[in-house]
């Protein structure tokens, strides 16, 4: 049973800074992508960043330069550091992964089978 699981979420003021966890159980795939997608209230959730097993990453363009994913195997942990934080980046945040392998990861929801419940990023002006 593959289970993720986010913390790290709050509330900072515009300019701060946010590490996301995602901790992974029960997933031995040794060939996967992962990544963290973000959904703000009446929106479509989209891709933030992603990371293939290989250690290539991708960005949105909106995140490129403040945000930093990062995986740790040995601990089965998938980071996110938010940098330079906005208000347009307050949503909910949602770790996912996927036995399928896309080089640097994929941004596209549909894409990944498993998700995390999510954790809150709340950004004040």
């Known amino acids: 049973q593959v289970q993720l699981v986010e913390s790290g979420g709050g509330s900072v003021q515009s300019g701060g800074s946010l590490r996301l966890s995602c901790a992974v159980f029960g997933y031995s795939y040794t060939s996967y992508c992962m990544g963290w997608f973000r959904q703000a209230p009446g929106k479509e959730r989209e891709g933030v960043a992603a990371i293939d097993s290989d250690g290539s990453t991708s960005y949105a363009d909106s995140v490129k330069g403040r945000f930093t994913i990062s995986q740790d195997n040995a601990k089965n942990m998938l980071y996110l550091q938010m940098n330079s934080l906005k208000p347009e980046d307050t949503a909910m945040y949602y770790c996912?992964?996927?036995?399928?392998?896309?080089?640097?990861?994929?941004?596209?929801?549909?894409?990944?089978?498993?998700w995390g419940q999510g954790t809150q990023v709340t950004v004040s002006s």
């Open positions: 996912a992964a996927d036995p399928a392998y896309y080089r640097g990861g994929s941004l596209i929801p549909y894409e990944y089978n498993y």
